[in-house]
Nanobody, 116 residues
Framework: QVQLVESGGGLVQPGGSLRLSCAAS????????MGWYRQAPGKERELVAR???????NYADSVKGRFTISRDNAKNTVFLQMNSLKPEDTAVYYC??????????WGQGTQVTVSS
């Protein structure tokens, strides 16, 4: 069974940092594109960051320079390092796996709250 399990969320003050992890199983991790999305209550889910199977990355304009996505294929894990966090970063963050043949899989999400 495919599973994506996020961890690392929590409560942090503005300007602080968090590192999210997503552990994948049931997929050939190295050939999947991976991404982080987020959704706040009443708002659309939005792409935060994406990393391809080849290691190329892209980011939402709102997080460029603050967030870094990376992957460790040996550990079947994708990370999102979040620095200089702002209240508007508050959301549930979801891990996503994409493959052209198989499609998309999603984790259950981890809550990130940025508040003083």
């Amino acid at each position: 069974q495919v599973q994506l399990v996020e961890s690392g969320g929590g409560l942090v003050q503005p300007g602080g940092s968090l590192r999210l992890s997503c552990a994948a199983s049931g997929i050939i991790f190295s050939i999947n594109n991976m991404g982080w999305y987020r959704q706040a209550p009443g708002k659309e889910r939005e792409l935060v960051a994406r990393i391809s199977s080849g290691g190329s990355t892209n980011y939402a304009d709102s997080v460029k320079g603050r967030f870094t996505i990376s992957r460790d294929n040996a550990k079947n894990t994708v990370f999102l390092q979040m620095n200089s966090l702002k209240p508007e970063d508050t959301a549930v963050y979801y891990c996503n796996s994409q493959h052209w043949r198989i499609g998309d899989y999603w984790g259950q999400g981890t809550q990130v709250t940025v508040s003083s």
